[in-house]
């Protein structure tokens, strides 16, 4: 690698990470790490390293902000959202947005965060107090909802049908038409098959997490279980 000093990018979603995570692994040789200030962050930033640094999250130029507020004041993610992006920042400057109650952890680029600092006195009608650094224990990222059912087998088609609660030609449509990712890409196989573990993305009707698969029911159909991304 022939810069002296690391260099970032991001904040990367999910399908961005996926895409660069597909080109990078043909880069041999080439340093990297995936970092969003916690581990199993949905927004990270992606950082190069010279070959004389071993990678590291400490390296990386990123923030936490923590904004309080009453406990009996209800926020949410959009809300936050919503009056960060009002200040005219670019959406690759924020990492997660971590909502709790009466506290919300937000990761943004390190060099933004005075200028939250200052700026930031209300989310909507709220007033909020904002101090740097992370609330520790972190706010809960999600809230789930539990799901489950049976399917013919684990293909996309069959899986996607399920979650979406429509026909299996129906769910067809929407892989064929792009609208289903797996594992944070597109995919357009209908005969895929799912597994355990599994990040389904389907537009329109939400994200699941494929939680288990198994076992056959007296029928021979396969049972699932899984979690709806509130």
């Known amino acids: 690698m022939a810069q002296r000093r690391p260099c970032f990018l991001g904040f990367l979603d999910e399908s961005q990470r996926a895409q660069c995570q597909d080109l990078l692994k043909w880069e041999k040789g080439t340093s990297f790490l995936f970092w969003g200030g916690y581990d199993q962050a949905e927004r990270t930033m992606l950082g190069f390293f010279p070959d004389y640094l071993e990678p590291s999250a ?38 997660d947005i971590l909502v709790g109650e009466g506290c919300c952890v937000a990761f943004l680029r390190r060099e933004m965060a005075p200028y939250f600092l200052d700026n930031i006195r209300k989310i909507g009608r709220v007033g909020v107090k904002a101090t740097l650094g992370a609330e520790d224990p ?27 609660r429509t026909s299996r030609e129906k769910a067809a ?3 064929t038409a792009g609208a289903v990712q797996r594992n944070h890409r597109e995919t357009y196989s209908q005969g895929e098959r799912v597994e355990e573990g599994d990040v389904l993305s389907i537009r329109k009707y939400g994200k699941f997490i494929i939680d288990q698969l198994g076992p056959l029911t007296a029928k021979g159909r396969l049972s699932v279980k899984c979690r709806k991304y509130q």
């Open 173 to 175: 449509g929407l892989i």
């Open 138 to 164: 972190l706010p809960v990222r999600r809230e789930f909802q539990e799901l489950s059912g049976v399917v013919a087998s684990a293909r996309l088609d069959c899986m996607v049908g399920l979650l979406c």
């Open 58 to 95: 400490q390296e990386f130029p990123l923030e936490a902000v923590t904004f309080r507020y009453r406990a009996g004041d209800k926020l949410s993610h959009r809300d936050f959202l919503g009056s960060f992006m009002a200040l005219g920042v670019e959406r690759d400057v924020l990492g």
